[in-house]
């Protein structure tokens, strides 16, 4: 019996190091404005960022990908730190800030009272990487005043570059923050 123990401690031991649990850690991505910073100053304009409409497809913690061929890829590792409606908001918004120099820019949620004169509303249809190797915003936008009346929708769309990265998603948030400003800069030129 102790000859048959002395014979399986090898294989036990081999066992052990090559069956190593494997680090298999989701990254976790987050939107951020590309514009230059500067501290705001300004009173007005006082807009308030609603959350923007999104495809069902995007609306989950998981990054996705639509393919060529129509399917979809959902990439269980690369994963959103806040839902991806609230960091479109929160971008487009510090986007605004930044262009505009206002103070009173912000999400919908953090205003208290309607102390804002307009609504951004935004409906976006496409926000992927192409096949072609780059990213497509497709969305429509509309500055609503408070006041009454209602604003006629505008389209924008944009396809910019993925830059070619090690990491390809990192390439791909980068593309996005950067369709964002594109698209916070058509609005700060209705404002």
Same mark, same amino acid.
């Given at each position: 019996m102790t000859k048959h123990l002395i014979l399986l401690f090898p294989l036990c031991f081999i066992s052990? /190091?090559?069956?190593?649990?494997?680090?298999?850690?989701? %990254?976790?991505? @987050?939107?951020?404005?590309? !514009?230059?910073?500067? /501290?705001? /100053?300004?009173?007005?304009?006082? %807009?308030?960022?609603?959350?923007?409409s999104l495809p069902p497809y995007l609306e989950r913690v998981e990054l996705v990908t639509r393919t060529a061929d129509g399917r979809l890829e959902v990439h269980e590792k690369n994963l959103w730190s806040e839902p991806l409606d609230a960091g479109i908001t929160r971008v487009v918004a510090d986007n605004l800030r930044r262009l505009t120099g206002s103070t009173n820019i912000?999400?919908?949620?953090?205003?208290?009272?309607?102390?804002?004169?307009? @609504? %951004?509303?935004?409906? !976006?249809?496409?926000?992927?990487p192409e096949p072609d190797g780059s990213l497509l915003l497709e969305c429509t936008w509309k500055l609503q005043p408070i006041a009454g009346g209602d604003a006629s929708p505008k389209a924008f769309r944009t396809v910019v570059p993925l830059a070619s990265a090690e990491e390809p998603m990192s390439a791909r948030i980068v593309a996005m923050n950067e369709a964002l400003a594109r698209l916070s800069r058509a609005i700060a030129q209705k404002l």
């Amino acid at each position: 019996m102790t000859k048959h123990l002395i014979l399986l401690f090898p294989l036990c031991f081999i066992s052990c /190091t090559l069956l190593q649990p494997i680090d298999d850690d989701p %990254v976790r991505h @987050l939107l951020d404005s590309p !514009i230059a910073s500067r /501290t705001p /100053t300004l009173a007005r304009p006082a %807009v308030a960022i609603a959350r923007p409409s999104l495809p069902p497809y995007l609306e989950r913690v998981e990054l996705v990908t639509r393919t060529a061929d129509g399917r979809l890829e959902v990439h269980e590792k690369n994963l959103w730190s806040e839902p991806l409606d609230a960091g479109i908001t929160r971008v487009v918004a510090d986007n605004l800030r930044r262009l505009t120099g206002s103070t009173n820019i912000q999400p919908t949620t953090n205003f208290i009272t309607r102390d804002y004169s307009a @609504l %951004v509303e935004i409906r !976006i249809e496409r926000f992927d990487p192409e096949p072609d190797g780059s990213l497509l915003l497709e969305c429509t936008w509309k500055l609503q005043p408070i006041a009454g009346g209602d604003a006629s929708p505008k389209a924008f769309r944009t396809v910019v570059p993925l830059a070619s990265a090690e990491e390809p998603m990192s390439a791909r948030i980068v593309a996005m923050n950067e369709a964002l400003a594109r698209l916070s800069r058509a609005i700060a030129q209705k404002l």
